[in-house]
Antibody, heavy 121, light 107 residues
């Protein structure tokens, strides 16, 4: 079965960097687009970034563009999110999600349980 | 960006009740809408995709409808295990956007 396990969260000072990982199993990782979504404490869901199945296309939310980088290692079945210049507004639970396809659209079909990022001095 | 307005933000209903949650998009999104459920300590669970298609393994008491800008999620007979928070999300265009969520409680 599909499993997505995020790691790498923790407490980081403002302005510093952090890299999140998402280990995928139970499916052919290299065939699916992957996303990061975040949820700040007590707030709604915010989509962060997407990477295509082959890594050739990436899109970002305006709020993280230029600071965050999504990437994937097909040999390790792992998705990454490199987060630089972190601020308090980036504090959230970060989820990775696997695309599922129907017709011409791709939706978030499977989610991990998330990893918590706290930004504090 | 496409804004997704979900209502109600919370509801309390009795076991066996029919429950309806609505989601409105700020512009037409065809049927590029999904619904999912969040429970504390558990991964989000996809319920409905393409507005009305039931995800594999999801009980048939869940159903979705709508197209364009107005969508609904219906739980035909509410059970205790259905408590949680439900979200709609559009995948018509980036950035993907979500409704604010509906917290469902059992009376």
């Amino acid at each position: 079965q599909v499993q997505l396990v995020e790691s790498g969260g923790g407490v980081v000072q403002p302005g510093r960097s952090l890299r999140l990982s998402c280990a995928a199993s139970g499916f052919t990782f290299s065939s699916y687009g992957m996303h990061w979504v975040r949820q700040a404490p007590g707030k709604g869901l915010e989509w962060v970034a997407v990477i295509s199945h082959d890594g050739g296309n990436k899109f970002y939310a305006d709020s993280v563009k230029g600071r965050f980088t999504i990437s994937r290692d097909q040999s390790k079945n792992t998705l990454y999110l490199q987060m630089n210049s972190l601020s308090a507004e980036d504090a959230a639970v970060y989820y990775c999600a696997k695309e599922e396809y129907y017709g011409s659209g791709g939706y978030l079909g499977y989610w991990g349980q998330g990893t918590l990022v706290s930004v504090s001095s | 960006d496409i804004q997704m307005t979900q209502s109600p933000s919370s509801l309390s209903a009795s076991v066996g009740d029919r429950v309806t949650i609505t989601c409105r998009a700020s512009q037409g999104i065809s049927n590029y809408l999904t619904w999912f459920q969040q429970k504390p300590g558990k991964a989000f669970k996809s319920l409905i995709y393409a507005a009305s298609n039931l995800q594999s393994g999801v009980p048939s008491k869940f159903s979705g409808s709508g197209s364009g800008t107005d969508f609904t999620l219906t739980i035909s007979s509410l059970q205790p295990e259905d408590s949680g928070t439900y979200f709609c999300q559009q995948y018509h265009s980036y950035p993907l956007t979500f409704g604010g969520g509906t917290k469902v409680e059992i009376k």
